[in-house]
């Protein structure tokens, strides 16, 4: 998932302090998931920021709602309604849905209250890590399902490099060396001559060097 | 002027703190009339949101009394709650309202004194910060709104 953190409470009041009408709208998906933007998240920022408000004398008419997924043009069709009449509206989701919602709403101030992390997933409750690189071109066959893109500090494709040290990396003690994640589990699934086999250069066009990307699927492609 | 006298919300665990102020009454206390007791399945299913909307109706403080740690009938939701509370006291600190007006205490059902004592300190407390200023029913506030009163 797409895992957020909330801004301060602060600065999302300061985006929005000359606006007197505000919808803060919050998403059901990943930002739900990592409890940065959901229904409870969306309901509590609004509830602080009206309180801030009406303690420095300039109320706030806040309401909240919260969409399936901002990320999908379908699901903000249905929150016209509730945009029609708002100065301003802050996105409770990643950074994508504060894009959809931008251009869906054109002539509205949409402003993001989370700051978008990284794909991750869960380790407890309440801790998320990251796990995927987006490098568009996957290669966790070939290093064992561990990701060096992600993973390792410096990408490397061939590692591990001079800094790995007793297991961990050298730019923090926490943080382990994936390359010796990888060794460890390709030796331990007895595949370790994959590791030696010559692979290509890595395409990096294919992730974010080669300018924004788009996925297409011409079979699921609706005709209008 | 008549002195402040606060309103509070006590979120009390039934397990406990809603015992302990049955077991305070049966003792015959005496503790401060301002508190208004909401009886709770758990201490651990107080919400941030819940916090913070019964603050914004214009009460003075929150308190929320759950069990001695160890004794959580849910094993952890008393460790949950005061966990939430310190994170609400955040938000309240930076929007200004003041973390202080939110507090956890431990109110273990044995003890009815424990209870009138907490109420009275909770009331003691806020009397001394004075009035939320979004209660609009307090002498300051209802004048900065235009003489409404209670």
């Known amino acids: 998932m797409i895992v957020a953190q909330q801004k301060p409470v602060s600065e ?19 930002v739900t998931v990592c409890l940065a933007g959901g229904e409870k998240e ?4 609004a509830s602080a920021i009206r309180i801030k408000r009406t303690l420095e004398s300039n109320p706030l008419e806040a309401t909240t709602f919260t969409c399936t997924r901002q990320c999908d043009p379908e699901y903000i069709v249905g ?18 849905g504060v894009q959809y919602l931008a251009e869906r709403f054109k002539d509205k101030w949409v402003v993001p209250a989370l700051d978008t992390k990284f794909i991750g997933g869960s380790v407890v409750h309440g801790l998320w890590e990251e796990k995927c690189g987006l490098c568009g071109e996957c290669i966790l066959h070939r290093t064992g399902g561990i990701c060096p893109i992600i993973r390792c500090s410096k990408s490397i494709l061939n590692g591990p490099c001079g800094g ?15 390359w010796q ?11 370790l001559d994959k590791l030696m086999e010559i692979q290509p250069i890595k395409d990096w066009s294919k992730s974010r060097d080669g300018g924004p990307r788009k996925a297409i699927r011409e079979d699921v492609m609706i005709d209008e | 002027m008549p002195e402040f006298e606060p309103k509070i919300v006590a ?21 401060s009339p301002n508190i208004r007791v909401v009886e709770m399945p758990c201490s651990g299913t107080i919400e ?51 973390g202080e007006r939110l507090e956890f205490f431990h109110v273990p059902a044995s003890e009815g004194t424990k209870f009138a004592q907490v109420a009275n300190e909770m009331t003691e407390r806020i009397r001394q910060l004075g009035p ?19």
């Not at chain 2, 979120?11 to 015959?28: E, I, K």
């Not at chain 2, 929320?64 to 460790?79: E, Q, R, S, T």
């Open chain 1, 12 to 30: 999302i009041a300061q985006m929005i302090s000359d606006c007197k009408k505000v919808l803060f709208l919050g998403c059901a998906g990943c």
């Open chain 2, 48 to 98: 941030h949101g819940l916090i913070l909307s019964t603050f914004e109706k214009g009460v003075d403080g929150v308190y929320i009394a759950g069990c001695n740690l160890g004794d959580c009938h849910f094993l952890k939701g008393n460790v949950r709650a005061i966990k939430r509370v310190a994170a609400v006291k955040k938000i309240l600190d930076e929007i200004g309202l003041g």
């Open chain 1, 79 to 96: 929150i016209d309604n509730l945009v029609k009449d708002v100065d301003a509206i802050v996105s409770l989701a990643c950074g994508v």
């Open chain 1, 164 to 178: 790995s040290q007793h297991g961990k990396c050298e730019v923090d003690k926490d943080v382990d060396c994936a």
């Open chain 1, 42 to 45: 969306t309901d509590v920022l």
């Open chain 2, 132 to 150: 939320s200023p979004l209660n609009k029913n307090a002498a300051g506030n209802a004048q900065k709104e235009g003489g409404q009163t209670a």
């Open chain 2, 11 to 31: 979120f009390c665990c039934r397990y406990c703190a809603y015992t302990a102020a049955d077991l305070a009454g049966s003792m015959r206390l005496q503790y």
């Open chain 1, 181 to 191: 994640l990888i060794y460890d589990r390709m030796r331990a699934l007895g595949k």
